[in-house]
């Protein structure tokens, strides 16, 4: 079968082949769909984070997959439902742990797990693939062509979840809410606050120009964008309002700490983005004021577990289509599988790129 | 009557005369038996926080006060009842909020409160005080003498419910804990984990040479001092092990960015300190990630309600005597008050200063 793969620091995917993997029991055999392509597959490509295999050279990319169960093997699962696979396992040689038995792999430490498709574990990038029946959450068939968006749904579903309980000890009634990132995720996390959350005033920050597509649906959906480089994020409190909730998914490590600033009284930051080392200069003393004499917080999240995994599904499925069927824009063929990625030869700008999410379709649906 | 006031910026407080108040329906009168001394006091005295009520220019003193009713004045409390009132008020002229009617006031941004002895309303250094029977909260008679550390307590009980809660979205077990900050607080707040909350591994630093009363306390404790000028914040995880909740009451602005790297995987700080400016560099790209990937948080954390106080006379009950007794390194009468407040005037060094909690005693009891 094909696969794609990097070897890391190559700086570009390859088409390779395997041989079909045999599930082992308790598993079952997908049949690959369509996978996603995100911010941490440019990462995996570029080296710059995550890893193979213990004793492999190279990794089979791929974490945000949609397949249908080829054959169950004996499983609860029926040939022909289609699944969207979880992300984490468990180490190689360890069966399970505390963070696994409990349904929380998302909250396992480094070396207490793996990532398929982005450390120590291949990806879902291939024409089959398997996976242990309960890491498979079914979906329905009208979602399935889209379901490569249920994984990075899940990260904002937990991120969500944290968010709420850290300031779950009060009355808490947020009314504002502020993405950071206006790429596939915050457009989506956008949607999500103002559609199936039913937020009435969502702001979404980012730096391209009008026109472009991503501004186009924050238009659609009611949402207000923000230009960073005319408002800058400490800014937004004067010329929007302050923020019960910001959700940073940049990856830009100032606005880690200029969220404390954009925050409201009583509100909640919930961090995404994974940024390489940067040192800079903040007002740690107004900051750390700021956290304390308005009772703010703020949650880093990473990953989501299987419960994230069904409510993405849900959110998905209580989404309008349209913002789902301009988010993706574009699902290319084995054929022409290098246009999913993003090129880093290519000298085009931000604003010139329409591109918001892309995926690689396996087979037909 | 005698009451202890200061004109802001004036440096020291002075003793002055009032009228007993008269309590207004709904309110009764107290007479004042101790008044706690704490850094915010220190900030009131300086002008550097706090200010005086409208259309006064002064502010009496005192916001952790422990009393007895001499006059219910028709509301459900009795004569005699020892009381300990809470700190935060409904603005002037304001009859109350959704804050207030909620019962958090502790969550009220600025603006709609005031606090009494701190911001906008006068305290309890005074021989009687009236206050609203809701705000008066009874305590028995052993605890009645040093019922003022109920505030300060109470301030922690809040911080520890909001950490708690910021970690409740998840199977969460902490086993760990590092409080920043050897004063009254730190010491009662490491004697509660210990003690009352059942932590077996508890950290407190500090910056002050062995021997010292607060450390002597530690010991005692089986608390693990931690000297800052030998183990900086960012090095206690390699040189004692990552902590699942780092508690900060020093009110120094890098113990807040620092806490982020002493925070074990899926671990909490709160964060109570006031700092003043102050601007530095971080490493925040790794900090941003360390959030991040380890699912980490930071909850700041500000005064404290009516339940709050009622969890902290629960916890004084529970924690040991000699703790509270070593804790309280003097109480002083009205004709020496001054001892009870820190002298700016003194050079003596901090090591030196084997004070840890100070009250001022109205009357006997």
Redesign the interface.
């Known amino acids: 079968m094909k696969a794609i793969a990097v070897e890391p620091g190559a700086g570009t995917p390859s088409l390779i082949d395997l041989p079909v993997p045999e599930p082992a029991p308790g598993e079952a055999l997908v049949r690959t769909l369509r996978v996603g392509v995100d911010g941490t597959d440019d990462e995996v490509i570029a080296g710059s984070h995550g890893g193979v295999p213990d004793g492999d050279d190279r990794l089979v990319l791929g974490h945000e997959a949609v397949g249908v169960v080829e054959d169950p093997n004996g499983t609860d699962l029926e040939e022909g439902q289609y699944v969207v696979p979880t992300v984490r396992r468990p180490p190689a040689g360890v069966e399970t742990n505390d963070y696994f038995e ?1 349904g ?1 792999p ?2 396992a ?2 070396g207490a797990y793996v990532e398929r498709g982005i450390v120590g574990a291949h990806g879902f990038m291939a024409e089959y693939f398997t996976s242990p029946a309960d890491c498979l959450v079914p979906i329905s068939a009208d979602l399935a062509p889209v379901g490569f968006l249920v994984e990075p749904i899940s990260i904002t579903e937990k991120a969500i ?2 968010a ?8 808490w009634q947020p009314e504002s809410v502020l993405v950071l990132g206006n790429g596939s995720l915050g457009l989506l996390t956008a949607a999500m606050f103002r559609t199936t959350m039913g937020y009435d005033r969502v702001y979404c920050l980012g730096r391209r120009d009008r026109p472009h597509p991503s501004i186009a649906i924050l238009d659609e959906l009611d949402v207000t964008y923000i230009d960073s480089r005319e408002t800058p994020v400490p800014e937004i409190p004067e010329v929007h309002e302050p923020m019960d909730v910001v959700y940073e998914a940049t990856g830009y ?5 200029e969220s404390i600033e954009a925050l ?3 509100g909640v930051a919930a ?32 990953n989501s577990n299987r419960d994230h995994f069904a409510s993405a599904i849900d959110t998905m499925a209580g989404l309008p289509s349209w913002v789902i069927e301009d988010v993706v824009s574009g699902v290319y063929g084995l054929e022409e599988y290098k246009r999913a990625f993003s090129d880093p030869t290519d000298d085009a700008t931000a604003d010139d790129d329409t591109t918001i999410k892309t995926a690689v379709e396996f087979s037909h649906i």
Not at 164 to 169: C, F, K, L
């Open positions: 409990r929380e998302d909250m430490p480094e979840e944290h709420a309980a850290a300031r779950s000890a009060f009355d490590a100032k606005h880690a700490f409201a009284p009583n961090l995404l983005g994974v940024p390489g080392d940067w040192s800079f200069e903040v007002e740690g003393g107004r900051l750390h004021r700021e956290l304390v004499l308005h009772n703010k917080a703020v949650v880093g999240s990473v």
